[in-house]
Structure formats: C-alpha cells, structure tokens
C-alpha cells in the first residue's frame, strides 16, 4: 500500500537497504569525485576506498544532488498518487543539498515539505524513519513533517576519528578545528551540534576514546526507551564491540543499527572513524 505522503531522503541517510524498502522511502545520492572519476553514492567506489584517496594526495571531493534529481523525485512520487512529498536532508550547515531540495520543490508537481535535519548518519536516518512510518500511519504532510522534526530533537549523535586530517582536507572541520594545534597528542571525540561538527571531548589514547564514547552513548541513553545505531569506516571490530556493550549496557534499547558509512562521509572521517546515535522514542 502506498502512503498518500512519499518520503524522500539523501544517500548520506546510510540506511539499510531492507529498512529503505519496507518503508517505501525514495533516496537520491550525493555525487563523490575521485582523482577526476565522479560517481553516485552507492554506486562503484566504497567508502574505504575514497578515504583513502586522500592518503594518497588523490583529489576527492563531494557534491550535493542536482535540483534535477530531486525534481525528477517528487514527480515520481507524483505519478505514483502520493498527495505530497516530505524532504528530509543533511545538514545545510554541511551541504547544499537542502538547497537542491528546496529549489526542486518549487516547481514540484505536488506540496513538498524540505527538512534539514541539522545531521547527517543515522542521525538524519532515524527522522527520515519517522517520517516515514507517520506517513503510512496516513498522516498527512504536517503530521509527517512533524514526526521527523520531533525525532531530530531527540536525537544525538557523537563520532570518534583517528584523525581530524581528513576533516580538515575536506573542509568539514568546523568547531573542532580548535583541536587542531594539539591533534597529534589527542584523539577527538567529536558531536554534531547546531548542523556542524564541534569537538565534544580530547582523549589521550585509542582505547580510552572508545571507552568513553560507549560512556557517554549509555549516559544519552539513560533508562529511556531509544534506539541506536553504530556507524564505522573501515572499523567492523570496534562497531561489532561497541554495539555489543550497548546491547549490554542501555536497559531500554530497541533497535540497534550496525554499518558502515558510504563514500560521502567517508571521505571526511577517514579510516578507523566511529560513531554512535542515540535516539529516543516517542511515548
């Protein structure tokens, strides 16, 4: 059954595939260049692979959808029936991509509704969820809308990287360039807040970065119901143990996401990244 509101999201929303289909929602990729080769998200080049185009001194770079690709979007969903569309994206502080969004909108056969989910990860990926299960709950476009902004606000979302070079290259930096003076006697950890990447701890070792990461996603969590997910570039190990001791550890979780981040992100984090959102339910 279709939902009369479609739900449309970006391919930095790293959701599972089987998760995309059982909910019907429609993904449009960012665009990732390599040494002169561009491609979709999720398609050709992995993650780790483009990451490590910048160890190699490779040019890589990423870029948001075309106007066009959303337009063509909303007017399949158009085609489809829906009545209108929800649009929920990453951070505009961190792509144009809203833009896009926004400016397809316009001329968009149905309503469209653009979000900016001040994220990216599964950080964008759990309102897009929301959205889309309000959609097939038959809400209408407000109600829809509304789900997703409710469950951004509930939503953080912290990551380790092995290095802020990466970061840095790519011009994603933002607060957390404040760290850079004492970067090779650190290791970050690092949140998104207010759509931007800013420096939430420095931790002298590895281990006891991971450590604390862990502490503090079992602080987020409390004894509320949530949802989580541990996201990894090129780090199945460290994802595998962490979401391990969540499992152990959050008394309330309910859905427990593991995997790797695409190409996109990839491309700003680096080898060895990990992060983890903590979501709370609604009651």
């Known amino acids: 059954m279709t939902a009369a509101v479609a739900v449309v999201t970006d391919s930095t929303a790293y959701l599972p595939d089987e998760l995309v289909a ?3 929602v429609t993904v449009v990729p960012l665009q990732v260049g390599v040494g002169g080769e561009t491609f979709e ?5 992995t993650a780790a ?29 158009a085609e489809s029936g ?46 897009v969820l929301a959205a889309a299960r309000a959609a097939i709950a038959g ?27 990466h970061l840095r290259r790519g011009g994603r930096i933002g607060a957390a360039a404040t760290l850079l003076g004492s970067a090779l006697m650190i290791k970050p950890l690092l949140r998104i807040a207010d759509g931007r990447i800013a420096p939430l701890e420095k931790v002298r070792t590895t281990s006891r970065a991971l450590a604390r990461l862990e502490e503090l996603a079992v602080e987020l969590a409390g004894d509320r119901p949530v949802d989580a997910a541990v996201q990894h570039l090129a780090a199945p190990v460290r994802a595998a143990a962490l979401a391990g001791h969540l499992r152990e550890r959050i008394p309330q979780l309910h859905d427990l996401y593991v995997g790797e981040v695409g190409p996109v992100i990839g491309a700003h984090v680096g ?9 709370r339910r609604e009651q």
């Open 271 to 279: 080898p060895g990244m990990l992060g983890v959102v903590v979501s």
């Open 49 to 77: 692979e483009v990451a490590h185009g910048f160890r190699d001194w490779r040019p890589v770079t990423t870029s948001r959808p075309s106007p066009e690709s959303f337009a063509d979007a909303f007017r399949k969903a």
């Open 82 to 127: 829906a009545s209108g569309v929800v649009s929920v994206h990453l951070s505009a502080e961190m792509s144009g991509t809203v833009e896009s969004a926004r400016l397809a909108a316009k001329e968009a056969p149905i309503p469209v509704r653009v979000v900016d989910s001040r994220s990216l990860g599964m950080g964008l990926g759990f309102s």
């Open 139 to 165: 809400g209408d476009l407000d109600a829809v809308a509304d789900a997703a902004v409710r469950r951004i606000r509930a939503t953080r979302s912290l990551f380790y990287v092995d290095t802020l070079e």
């Open 22 to 24: 059982a909910h019907g």
């Open 41 to 45: 998200e999720g398609l050709g080049r």
